[in-house]
């Protein structure tokens, strides 16, 4: 006899539809499987087999061969596990072929016929619901994770004889339905505030600046000035996340394993902080089967890259393409996969190897040791950070300083004021941040009048600005206009984002 169900593969953080066809006939007793599989997909014949047994189901001594379709794409993973052993089921006249219809299977299977936690549920229900199925069969470890999907039945089974039972009729199981509150952004961890900070009001600023228009930043100073509270404290000041972002975040974290068994949706903003041993994979993403980089977490959140110059070289120069492109490509033999990584980059770092240059005082690093260090972070990279900002040391005054210090709901407010003009201005662009502006477009949104045409070319030959790095500072200032509600960028604009450029000049030069 013949049967056919249906399962899902992830490509990237998408997924494809892949057929399961089960076929049973005379012949020699053997259980094959073929489609072009990994070895996890060619280990399913044996886990399969002994789940059956071991689940009541006795298998004749035929021949039973199984396909998974289409034959030219490579299936690695053991999310096929449960639905090539309901075709077996099928086959054997064991399960209805309507009991089959418009439903889609996902689950690994145990020796004793469990059906266990498997990655990328979310993006293979996504692509179910698009394809007009009705209703998905997962495990109940990531039922939560797939019935964020609407439109879209999907029910959590804790086994193959579950399983079996539901689909013959013997068994009610209903669908896993979310409360509106498991959908609704939230605010992690409300300890972390910028009023935490004493002083560093400039810095403050930069960032504010950064957190709106989504620029890169860098921060440079002494150890000890407040570098890494100042990044930790980012997303307290960005907009709460949209149930669309959310889901395209959550997409990434299901392919990476990384959704817990009661999360749903990823709610807050990412941010990843990756140590600077980090290999150049862990960061972009790939492996033998690729997966999702630290890049692709940071999606529409931020990226921390602490002590940026003690980053193997060759491993951050790959951020140029990434942040030139808003997703990173990796080719590998079965495929091009894309990821995206839309994030914004935060850099933080001491300007020599003591950390004090240029306060002589302190630093008594000699130039050639200073120009080495710095000389860590490339030219070309520097040139894709929009801000650079000195965090000197704190005052004493500042540190003894009670009350009056901005909470990240105040700056956040403004933020997100800024945001809104941004989106307002590019709806029909299909951008969303001033960071994305091509060079078509800053000749239509940030074009400049005479005094500051003027400002902008003594500034590009003062500090020996490349192209891109002119670019830079337009969009920078366009995105302190829109914190100053202005329609066009004028010269109190211009001039503060060229400033976020002289630290470039104050120690690459």
């Known amino acids: 006899m013949f049967s056919k169900v249906y399962s899902g593969t992830v490509l990237g953080i998408d997924s494809r539809r892949i057929t399961v066809e089960a076929d049973i ?45 289409p034959a030219d794409m490579r299936k690695e993973g053991t999310a096929f596990d449960l639905p090539i052993a309901i075709s077996v089921l099928a086959a054997l006249g064991l399960l209805l072929e309507e009991s089959l ?59 193959l004889t579950q399983v079996a039972e539901f689909l013959s009729g013997n068994l009610h199981l ?41 620029h890169n930043i860098l921060l440079i100073g002494p150890p000890g000035s407040g570098k890494t509270m100042l990044a930790r404290r980012i997303p307290s000041i960005l907009p709460e996340l949209s149930f669309e972002e959310s889901l395209e975040i959550s997409k990434i974290y299901s392919v990476s394993g990384l959704l817990d068994n009661n999360q749903s949706l990823i709610l807050n903003r990412p941010f990843r902080s990756p140590h600077h041993t980090i290999t150049t994979t862990a960061l972009t993403g790939g492996g033998r089967f690729p997966m999702p980089g630290e890049i692709s977490l940071a999606h529409m959140g931020v990226l921390f890259l602490d002590e940026f110059p003690e980053f193997n070289r060759k491993t951050i120069e790959i951020l140029r393409q990434p942040l030139e492109e808003n997703e990173i490509t990796i080719t590998r033999l079965n495929g091009t996969f894309r990821y995206p990584a839309n994030l914004m980059l935060c850099t933080a770092m001491n300007p020599c190897n003591c950390g004090y240059y240029p306060d002589r005082n302190k630093c008594h690093c000699s130039l050639s040791q200073v120009r080495n260090y710095l000389g860590k972070i490339s030219r070309p990279l520097l040139d894709r950070i929009d801000i650079s900002i000195e965090v000197p040391q704190s005052d004493y005054k500042d540190l003894n300083k009670k009350g009056g210090r901005e909470t990240s709901a105040a700056i956040r407010e403004r933020v997100m004021k800024g945001r809104l003009a941004q989106t307002e201005r590019y709806k029909k662009d299909r ?27 003594e500034a590009y030959a003062r500090l020996n600005l490349s192209a891109r790095t002119y670019h830079r500072v337009l969009k920078v200032a366009r995105t302190i206009a829109d914190l100053d509600g202005s329609e066009s960028i004028q010269e109190k604009h211009l001039s503060e984002a060229i400033c976020y450029r002289s630290m470039d000049k104050k120690y690459w030069d």
């Open 25 to 69: 006939s005379d012949g020699l007793p053997v259980f094959d499987l073929v489609g072009y599989l990994g070895s996890e997909v060619r280990e399913a014949r044996e886990r399969v087999r002994i789940s059956l047994k071991n689940s009541g189901y006795r298998l004749p001594a035929k021949r039973i061969t199984i396909n998974l379709s």
């Open 101 to 159: 219809k418009d439903t889609l299977f996902i689950g690994e299977l145990s020796l004793n016929g469990e059906v266990k936690k498997v990655n990328g549920v979310l993006p293979i229900v996504y692509m179910a619901y698009e394809q007009g199925f009705k209703r998905c069969i997962v495990p109940s470890c990531n039922v939560r994770e797939g019935a964020v999907v609407k439109g879209i039945e999907v029910y959590g089974v804790d086994s």
């Open 174 to 214: 209903a669908p896993c339905c979310l409360q509106a509150e498991d959908l609704k952004p939230s605010r992690e961890d409300t300890q972390i505030d910028f009023s935490d900070i004493v002083g560093q009001e400039l810095a403050k600023r930069a960032i504010e600046i950064a957190a709106c228009g989504m």
């Open 431 to 457: 951008i969303h941040f001033n960071s994305q502006l091509t060079t078509r477009m800053l000749q239509e949104y940030c074009a400049l009048g005479k005094k500051e045409e003027k400002l902008m070319e």
